[in-house]
Each structure stands twice: as C-alpha cells, then as structure tokens.
C-alpha cells in the first residue's frame, strides 16, 4: 500500500504543477455556467493588449510600474541595426494639386523593436482654400482615405534611431528620433495597420520647395484629419497621478469642487509637471489643437481626451477657490514650500495659453476670418512657446491668423499651372480674407522677420501702433539645433537655380525675339540689342553669377556667390524673446526643476489685442505704414530700419537692474528718497509701477502709502527689498497688489535718471549716454545708441549698393510680369472657342479698373500738393541721401534734419515720466527737430 502510494502522490503533485503552470500561462479557466475546468488554445495578444488586460485589472499595479515600463517594450532598432539596409530616397509630390504623403503604420506588438511603414500618395480634391470648407482626400487611384494626425514634440535630440519602409523597390530605412519612435510604437495597433500624418516623415525636410508647399497645407492637414493624437512622452508616476487628477475634476460628480486635502499635495505638483512638458511649450501646437475635430492626448500607455484636460484647466483658471486652494496646499510644509510661487504663474503656463487661445479658435472659423486674432496678436502673446526653426514662430500662425494666408510661392515652371485658388491669391488676395504671407524656409531669417514686421506696420488700424512691434518679444534666436541651416552654399544654390527669375529655364527655352517683343510692349526698358548685357547683369545682381551654363545634360556647376550666402545675425530693431516676460527655466530650491517664472517685466506697449494703447508718446506723429522703409547691405553686413522721430533726451545716471522684481535699496538714493520715513518721490513710485495700476490704467494715489509701509516693514539694513515675500504671504491685499505690479514693471529692468532730472525704467543693457526717444509708429519712447560715425568711402559704399538692390527690384518686377503674361497666355489658349469672349471681358474689366486707379492716382497726387504747400513731403523717407543732405525740410514750425553719418543701436522700450503721453507735442514745443533715424 505504502509503495503502491508513491506513484499515485507523484502523480498528483504532477498534475498540481501542471495545472499551475496552465492557469499561469492563460490556459485554463472555469466555466461560469457548469463550474468546470475547461483547457483552450491561448487567443492571441498583443502585448499593448495584455499591458491593458493588467492595467483594468490592478490600478495600484499600473501607477508602480508606470515610469519602468519593460525594457521590451522601450526597445527600437538604432541606425546601426540599418546599416544592411539603403536610406530612403524620397519621390517628389506631383506639382499640380494639394499632394501629401500618409503613413501606414503596419500592425506589430509593442515588444516589438522594429517598425515597418510605407510612404502613399494622397491628395484633397473638390476642396476649396479655406481648411473649414468640406472635401475629401483620395488615393492617385480615387480611393477615399481616412487618416490621423499626429502632434509632438521634435525636441533637439537626433536621429539615431530609424524605421523600415516599404515600397516597390524593397525596404529601406529612415531616420527618425527615439521620442519618435517611441510614440510610433505606443500608436502601432497589434492586428490593423494604422495611417497616419507625421510632419517630420511624411515632408521631406532637405526639400526647400515641397516644405514651403507643405507647410502652406498643414491647416487642411489637421482639419481634415480624423483625430489628432497627442504624444506627450513616456510616462512615469508624476503623468499617471496627473491624468487621473484631470479625470476626477472633470468627472460629474467632482466637478466644481477640487481636491484639498494635505494628501492632495503631490497630485498638484505632478499636474503642474505634466502641463510643463516640452509639448506644451511648442508653437506649431496652437494650429494642430485648434484646427483638430478630435484630439487624444498619449502619455505612455496612458490616455485622456483633450477636451477633458481643457476643461480641467479651464476650471482651475476660472475658479477662484481652485486657484486658492492650490496656493494653500502647496504652501504647507516645509518640503514644498519652494513651490508657491508656480501657482502665481498658473496662467502664464504654456497648456494654460494654449487652452485659452485655442478656446478662441476653431477649425470653423476660417470660413468668417474676422473672427480670428491677428498675426500680430498670436505671434508676439505666445512668445514663451518655443520652435525649433525660428521662422516658425511666424509660419506655425499664418493659418490661423484673421489677417493672413500661408502662401507657398511657386517656381516659375509651376506659375503656369497653379490652382485657381492659388491664381486669386498671387492675384487678388482680398477675395480670400487675408492677405497672402509668403513661406519660404530658404529666405534668410533676417529677412523674414522683416517681412513680419512690415505686415504688422500695414495692417494696424492706428498709425500710431504700426511700430509697436518693435518693443514686443517675439523673434527666436538662431538655434546651432535648428533643421535648417540656412543659406548653406549647396542648399542655397538649389533654391537660386529653382526660383523663378528673368532667365529661368522655362524662359530660356522660349525666343530671346519673343522676349525681347513683350518688353518692348510691356515698358520699353531694355532695348533687344542689349540682352547679353543684361543677362550677365541679371545673373550678377540676382546673387547668381555663375562660372558655367547649364548643359544639355541638366547638369549645372554654377556657383553661388559668396554675398548671397551669408546669414547675417538679427539686427537690434528686432525684438527677442529673450525679453519676453514669462518662460521655463531653473528655480533655486529643494525641487529645482525646469517651471515656468517670471525673467523680466511686461512689455510696455501692452497686447496687440488690445483696444487702446497702454500710452500715447506717439500721439500725433504721422506714419504712413506701406512707407516703413528697410535697407539690408549684405555686402557692408548691416541691416537697416528707417524711420523718423524726436531725440527727446539722454541717460546720465542708471541704477544696478532689478533681479526677481526686488526693489534695490540703491535706487531710492538714486531718486533722492533718503527719508524713508517720510512720503517717496511721486516720480520715484509712479516709475515703480510705470505708471500703471493692476488694470492698466493711471496708478492709484496708494500706491505712495504702500511703497513706504513696503520699505518699513523691510528695515533699514537690507540691500534690497525682496517684493515676492509680500506677495506670497503678506496678509494685506493692497501691498501684495502693490509688489505684483512692481514685479510686473521692474524686472530686468534699470531706474534711470535723464539729464533733464527725469526718472525712469529702462532695458538692463542701458549706458549713460544712451538717447531717449520718440519713434513715429511707437506708442512708447525708446532708448537708442548712435554709433561711431559712418566714413566717406561707407557712404559712397552704402550708394552703390542701394543702386544695385533699386536696379534688382526692377528685374524681378519685370520677371513678375512676365510670367503673368505666360500664365494669362496659357489660361486664353485653355479656354478654346470661349477665348475671344473672354478676352473681351477681361479688357472690359482692365479699362474699369485702371479707371479707377486712375482716379487714385489724381486723389493721391491732390493730397501730395497740398502737403508740399506746408512744406511737409511724406515720400521723403525714400528720397535718396543726397537729398537729405542738401536740403532739410519743415512741417509747420518744426524742422526735419537728416544726419546721414548716423546709425543708431536699439537697446528696448523705456518709461520716462513726462514722455509717454503725446510726447511729439513736447517735442515741438521745446522746437526739437525731427530726424530720421537708421537703425541697425
């Protein structure tokens, strides 16, 4: 019995074992109706799909193990795993027609290192311009498509990483970066492929041109678009406790009341962590999240709708209480103390502003532009998002802008067969609601932060601000991690033998004879003898003198001149983000983490949103907007804004800068306040606070009182008064207001003193002897610095090379015309027996229309004499300098003088008491003269 027993017990333990090991593995379960151990075959799971099986059933699980998550599934083949494998060649889009490429993600599991693509052709048809309009996108066989867009962050971290793509011709690789790669495989779904919009793949970046066109589509991109799909990155225990925050503010039974226990404090910081993302932070976001219909937000394996996370935000923005209890509950304990200061910034975040903006935008609205802001308006009140080409900060608006178009301006070849829709914008851009802004990622930066500033200068509604811009942070700096290095020789030479010009290869192939006819019709200018002359003349000033032709073969071994391909840095009257008053950076402390704080003080011009100017100095002054003359001489290395104004006063004595918004004790013996115990100087508390109370208008009388009360309580022995711990814990309501708007004013800033006895504030890179003044266009005086006065030889350098540009500028209209009259040519000859009826209508049209600018002509010309009676010419900001030099000129009793040896620096905007209302009225009064300023 006893021996008989140990087959029987080895049996048992066998089978013990056995079904163990099955009900480990999956392969056993019981049956709910008869209670019986069945065995079935295991279903096929992906890993996402068990991940998510283990997440719905343990949370405590999934919230321990959110920030390891396996080091399968974190795997990715890197650019050495590829090498067997060739670089993908792109294919160029058709040029007629709104083409894009789509990715189709093939299906894999996340533990999965390889990911496998292809690259389709896809294209919008019956689809208006406006991105809010109805259309479809087909495949080039006319299968209709669906696809998602996706919205991340490209960071600065390169592309090691790479993804198998599939075509006819095999498999080849493409770099991509790992935080790319990584949401490709969080998106991949286990059984289905998945087609996606990804910027960074689906464009090819070293193509200037199809980036230019890409770009100009992104709207309809993301309009059309399914679903917008968020990529926050990978997660970790801070982004899980924080999405299931958001859920439980947004949940029905929780809303309208916020979590403020003591536990609830870790929960705040990680929601105040996870809306500092670096995706948060991204420009081209405003765009994708405003245009999406549906966007999901991915954090890892965690998921939230964005229309949730809106409105958690959106609650804590509008709810007092929240904000309070926040404040609150941060404050208490030692161990996140450091933190309070976050909640003071809560709204200067950038998913705060992003929420906010796009609240105001809607994929919808473009059908009614007016209802959108300016590109004015969004470009310089985004200022704390960041771009990694730093034309973005311009482009990523144009679409969603009330007053602009993305325009991608084709090659001469293309001008012949664009859309109609492109026809009515190169043609008559009003029909659109907007007026048409050029992209082009090859034009140097410089350049097109001119072209930004003068579209502002001719859409204000007030002459008066068309110059604001100047004092308003915008412009990023070059990055050494930007996409595009501009103006590389090879690059740059692509995009000279490709843009349309007089003797372009479409051109040259027609008879010099039929030219020469057109011009001869056209304006007489150029006599047909004289074609050789001007060729080389053309070539030498359009930048393309070349050292050989282009052969039969195609093959061009042309060079680009050296004067073309240099990049000259941002000249001063381009204003920095740098000076921008909110951004992410460094706080000292226990957590010291990258959050957003305040690094220097408001903007004194205020928005551009705004109904009423903050001040007035320029009150006044005349600004013809269309007239703000700029003057680039690559070749001498400046880059010159002209504009007229007064030289109201200079700077004698300046004050160490303020840190932090703290009040150095040095400025009040600057102020001539020694007496702390009796009442300040009223210019010294005005200059404080510039003037300006907590809701932009006049500073209230109590602010003396509370600027006395702040010093007392601070005590006689400090260097500086530290302004945030009134802030963050002074009981009373009227000092805490007081030391806000004194941060507001004084941060990075300077107390200066004129050499009329004048207090103010000024830029922190301000030196006595710096000139204060007022510019026509500006509502703010400025500070500027004259330079080192310019030599005989500059002056005759600076002619020459105005000459030459003036000349270039008549070829390239005369190009212009040209090619309008090819395009006019093709679209009669399209028309086919309607052509003579058409031609009828359209010299109809053209007699009616030269009527009427006829009409201007004579109006224009009328106003012009009158204004030369009183001595005042408003074209003289683009006479030549001669005339400047020979002859100064008088409007009623002021006199306009014109230094051409002068260049000037802009240090930034100023507040000087006395000078910021009308200050052109004390400039006549005290018999200034007016001058016109060049500024570098």
Same mark, same amino acid.
């Given at each position: 019995?006893?021996?008989?027993?140990?087959?029987?017990?080895?049996?048992?333990?066998?089978?013990?074992?056995?079904?163990?090991?099955?009900?480990?593995?999956?392969?056993?379960?019981?049956?709910?109706?008869?209670?019986?151990?069945?065995?079935?075959?295991?279903?096929?799971?992906?890993?996402?799909?068990?991940?998510?099986?283990?997440?719905?059933?343990?949370?405590?699980?999934?919230?321990?193990?959110?920030?390891?998550?396996?080091?399968?599934?974190?795997?990715?083949?890197?650019?050495?795993?590829?090498?067997?494998?060739?670089?993908?060649?792109?294919?160029?889009?058709?040029?007629?027609?709104?083409?894009?490429?789509?990715?189709?993600?093939?299906?894999?599991?996340?533990?999965?290192?390889?990911?496998?693509?292809?690259?389709?052709?896809?294209?919008?048809?019956?689809?208006?311009?406006?991105?809010?309009?109805?259309?479809?996108?087909?495949?080039?066989?006319?299968?209709?498509?669906?696809?998602?867009?996706?919205?991340?962050?490209?960071?600065?971290?390169?592309?090691?990483?790479?993804?198998?793509?599939? =075509?006819?011709?095999?498999?080849?690789?493409?770099?991509?970066?790992?935080?790319?790669?990584?949401?490709?495989?969080?998106?991949?779904?286990?059984?289905?492929?998945?087609?996606?919009?990804?910027?960074?793949?689906?464009?090819? %970046?070293?193509?200037?041109?199809?980036?230019?066109?890409?770009?100009?589509?992104?709207?309809?991109?993301?309009?059309?678009?399914?679903?917008?799909?968020?990529?926050?990155?990978?997660?970790?225990?801070?982004?899980?406790?924080?999405?299931?925050?958001?859920?439980?503010?947004?949940?029905?039974?929780?809303?309208?009341?916020?979590?403020?226990?003591?536990?609830?404090?870790?929960? +705040?910081?990680?929601?105040?962590?996870?809306?500092?993302?670096?995706?948060?932070?991204?420009?081209?976001?405003?765009?994708?999240?405003?245009?999406?219909?549906?966007?999901?937000?991915?954090?890892?394996?965690?998921?939230?709708?964005?229309?949730?996370?809106?409105?958690?935000?959106?609650?804590?923005?509008?709810?007092?209480?929240?904000?309070?209890?926040?404040?609150?509950?941060?404050?208490?304990?030692?161990?996140?103390?450091?933190?309070?200061? +976050?909640?003071?910034?809560?709204?200067?975040?950038?998913?705060?502003?992003?929420? %906010?903006?796009?609240?105001?935008?809607?994929?919808?609205?473009?059908?009614?532009?007016?209802?959108?802001?300016?590109?004015?308006?969004?470009?310089?009140?985004?200022?704390?998002?960041?771009?990694?080409?730093?034309?973005?900060?311009?482009?990523?608006?144009?679409?969603?802008?009330?007053?602009?178009?993305?325009?991608?301006?084709?090659?001469?070849?293309?001008?012949?067969?664009?859309?109609?829709?492109?026809?009515?914008?190169?043609?008559?851009?009003?029909?659109?609601?907007?007026?048409?802004?050029?992209?082009?990622?090859?034009?140097?930066?410089?350049?097109?932060?001119?072209?930004?500033?003068?579209?502002?200068?001719?859409?204000?509604?007030?002459?008066?601000?068309?110059?604001?811009?100047?004092?308003?942070? +915008?412009?990023?700096?070059?990055?050494?991690?930007?996409?595009?290095?501009?103006?590389?020789?090879?690059?740059?030479?692509?995009?000279?033998?490709?843009?349309?010009?007089?003797? =372009?290869?479409?051109?040259?192939?027609?008879?010099?004879?039929?030219?020469?006819?057109?011009?001869?019709?056209?304006?007489?200018?150029?006599?047909?003898?004289?074609?050789?002359?001007?060729?080389?003349?053309?070539?030498?000033?359009?930048?393309?003198? %070349?050292?050989?032709?282009?052969?039969?073969?195609?093959?061009?071994?042309?060079?680009?001149?050296?004067?073309?391909?240099?990049?000259?840095?941002?000249?001063?009257?381009?204003?920095?983000?740098?000076?921008?008053?909110?951004?992410?950076?460094?706080?000292?402390?226990?957590?010291?983490?990258?959050?957003?704080?305040?690094?220097?003080?408001?903007?004194?011009?205020?928005?551009?949103?705004?109904?009423?100017?903050?001040?007035?100095?320029?009150?006044?002054?005349?600004?013809?907007?269309?007239?703000?003359?700029?003057?680039?001489?690559?070749?001498?290395?400046?880059?010159?804004?002209?504009?007229?104004?007064?030289?109201?006063?200079?700077?004698?004595?300046?004050?160490?800068?303020?840190?932090?918004?703290?009040?150095?004790?040095?400025?009040?013996?600057?102020?001539?306040?020694?007496?702390?115990?009796?009442?300040?100087?009223?210019?010294?508390?005005?200059?404080?606070?510039?003037?300006?109370?907590?809701?932009?208008?006049?500073?209230?009388?109590?602010?003396?009182?509370?600027?006395?009360?702040?010093?007392?309580?601070?005590?006689?022995?400090?260097?500086?008064?530290?302004? =945030?711990?009134?802030?963050? =814990?002074?009981?009373?309501?009227?000092?805490?207001?007081?030391?806000?708007?004194?941060?507001?004013?004084?941060?990075?800033?300077?107390?200066?003193?004129?050499?009329?006895?004048?207090?103010?504030?000024?830029?922190?890179?301000?030196?006595?002897?710096?000139?204060?003044?007022?510019?026509?266009?500006?509502?703010?005086?400025?500070?500027?610095?004259?330079?080192?006065?310019?030599?005989?030889?500059?002056?005759?350098?600076?002619?020459?090379?105005?000459?030459?540009?003036?000349?270039?500028?008549?070829?390239?209209?005369?190009?212009?015309?040209?090619?309008?009259?090819?395009?006019? %040519?093709?679209?009669?000859?399209?028309?086919?027996?309607?052509?003579?009826?058409?031609?009828?209508?359209?010299?109809?049209?053209?007699?009616?229309?030269?009527?009427?600018?006829?009409?201007?002509?004579?109006?224009?010309?009328?106003?012009?004499?009158?204004?030369?009676?009183?001595?005042?010419?408003?074209?003289?900001?683009?006479?030549?300098?001669?005339? +400047?030099?020979?002859?100064?000129?008088?409007?009623?009793?002021?006199?306009?003088?014109?230094?051409?040896?002068?260049?000037?620096?802009?240090?930034?905007?100023?507040?000087?008491?006395?000078?910021?209302?009308?200050?052109?009225?004390?400039?006549?009064?005290?018999?200034?003269?007016?001058?016109?300023?060049?500024?570098?």
């Amino acid at each position: 019995m006893g021996e008989s027993s140990l087959p029987s017990t080895s049996l048992v333990v066998f089978f013990t074992l056995w079904t163990a090991s099955l009900v480990t593995v999956g392969l056993l379960f019981k049956d709910s109706a008869s209670g019986a151990v069945k065995i079935e075959q295991p279903p096929e799971v992906s890993g996402s799909a068990a991940n998510e099986k283990n997440r719905n059933t343990d949370a405590k699980s999934q919230k321990s193990k959110a920030g390891s998550p396996t080091s399968r599934d974190n795997e990715i083949e890197s650019a050495e795993d590829l090498d067997n494998l060739l670089p993908y060649k792109y294919a160029s889009l058709p040029p007629i027609g709104r083409w894009i490429r789509l990715l189709r993600l093939n299906a894999g599991r996340l533990n999965n290192p390889e990911i496998t693509c292809e690259l389709l052709d896809a294209r919008f048809t019956n689809q208006p311009f406006r991105a809010g309009s109805l259309g479809t996108i087909e495949t080039a066989d006319g299968v209709p498509l669906e696809y998602e867009a996706l919205s991340w962050c490209w960071g600065v971290d390169g592309r090691n990483f790479g993804i198998r793509v599939r =075509s006819v011709n095999g498999t080849s690789w493409l770099p991509v970066s790992r935080t790319l790669a990584l949401s490709l495989k969080r998106l991949r779904k286990p059984h289905k492929d998945r087609l996606l919009w990804i910027d960074s793949i689906c464009i090819n %970046q070293a193509d200037h041109d199809e980036r230019n066109r890409q770009v100009q589509l992104m709207s309809l991109i993301y309009s059309k678009a399914s679903q917008v799909c968020i990529w926050l990155g990978e997660a970790d225990a801070d982004s899980t406790t924080a999405i299931q925050l958001v859920k439980e503010l947004t949940a029905s039974e929780y809303l309208g009341s916020v979590p403020s226990s003591a536990g609830d404090k870790p929960r +705040w910081e990680s929601l105040l962590l996870l809306m500092q993302r670096p995706w948060f932070s991204r420009r081209w976001v405003v765009q994708e999240i405003a245009l999406a219909r549906q966007a999901t937000i991915h954090c890892g394996p965690d998921r939230l709708a964005w229309a949730d996370f809106a409105v958690a935000v959106q609650l804590i923005l509008d709810t007092e209480k929240a904000v309070q209890a926040m404040s609150n509950i941060i404050r208490t304990g030692s161990d996140l103390a450091d933190v309070s200061s +976050w909640i003071q910034y809560f709204s200067a975040l950038g998913a705060s502003l992003l929420v %906010q903006e796009t609240g105001n935008l809607s994929w919808a609205h473009l059908d009614d532009r007016s209802l959108l802001p300016s590109l004015e308006h969004l470009v310089s009140s985004l200022s704390s998002f960041q771009v990694t080409e730093p034309r973005d900060a311009v482009y990523s608006m144009l679409a969603i802008a009330g007053d602009s178009i993305p325009y991608s301006n084709h090659s001469a070849e293309s001008t012949l067969t664009r859309t109609p829709e492109e026809l009515i914008m190169s043609a008559v851009p009003e029909l659109l609601g907007g007026t048409p802004f050029i992209i082009d990622y090859s034009r140097p930066y410089a350049d097109v932060c001119e072209d930004f500033i003068t579209f502002c200068a001719a859409k204000t509604s007030d002459p008066s601000r068309a110059l604001d811009i100047l004092c308003r942070p +915008w412009a990023h700096a070059p990055s050494p991690n930007a996409t595009i290095v501009a103006h590389e020789k090879l690059a740059q030479h692509k995009r000279l033998q490709n843009r349309p010009r007089l003797f =372009s290869r479409s051109v040259s192939r027609r008879s010099e004879g039929e030219l020469a006819k057109y011009f001869a019709r056209a304006a007489k200018v150029v006599p047909s003898d004289h074609w050789a002359w001007l060729r080389h003349t053309s070539d030498l000033l359009l930048g393309m003198n %070349q050292s050989s032709t282009v052969g039969d073969n195609g093959e061009d071994s042309s060079k680009v001149s050296d004067e073309e391909a240099v990049e000259l840095g941002l000249p001063s009257w381009v204003c920095q983000v740098s000076g921008a008053a909110f951004a992410l950076f460094y706080h000292p402390g226990k957590h010291s983490r990258m959050r957003m704080g305040r690094k220097n003080a408001d903007s004194l011009v205020g928005s551009a949103a705004a109904a009423q100017p903050r001040y007035s100095a320029s009150r006044g002054m005349k600004l013809d907007p269309k007239r703000v003359r700029f003057q680039k001489r690559t070749a001498l290395g400046h880059h010159s804004l002209y504009v007229w104004g007064y030289i109201l006063d200079a700077v004698q004595d300046i004050g160490e800068p303020s840190r932090s918004g703290d009040i150095p004790t040095s400025w009040l013996k600057l102020a001539g306040w020694t007496d702390t115990a009796s009442d300040p100087p009223e210019s010294l508390w005005r200059a404080l606070v510039a003037n300006r109370g907590r809701a932009g208008g006049i500073a209230p009388e109590y602010y003396a009182a509370a600027l006395r009360e702040v010093v007392k309580r601070s005590g006689s022995h400090v260097t500086v008064i530290i302004t =945030s711990s009134f802030t963050h =814990s002074e009981v009373s309501p009227i000092l805490a207001e007081f030391c806000r708007r004194v941060q507001a004013s004084i941060t990075n800033r300077r107390l200066i003193r004129t050499k009329s006895g004048r207090l103010g504030l000024a830029n922190p890179d301000v030196q006595p002897g710096d000139l204060i003044c007022v510019l026509a266009g500006c509502t703010v005086p400025v500070a500027l610095r004259c330079g080192v006065k310019k030599t005989g030889l500059e002056m005759h350098e600076e002619g020459l090379v105005d000459g030459l540009q003036a000349f270039k500028k008549c070829l390239v209209r005369l190009e212009e015309a040209y090619i309008r009259r090819l395009r006019y %040519q093709a679209y009669i000859k399209a028309q086919g027996e309607r052509g003579d009826a058409v031609i009828t209508e359209i010299r109809e049209r053209t007699l009616e229309i030269n009527k009427q600018l006829r009409n201007r002509t004579i109006l224009r010309e009328e106003q012009r004499g009158r204004e030369r009676e009183m001595g005042f010419d408003i074209r003289i900001e683009g006479r030549a300098q001669e005339y +400047w030099a020979s002859r100064p000129y008088h409007y009623g009793e002021e006199t306009r003088v014109e230094d051409i040896q002068s260049f000037y620096t802009m240090i930034g905007e100023a507040y000087v008491e006395g000078y910021m209302e009308q200050a052109s009225r004390f400039a006549r009064a005290n018999g200034l003269p007016a001058r016109r300023f060049e500024i570098r």
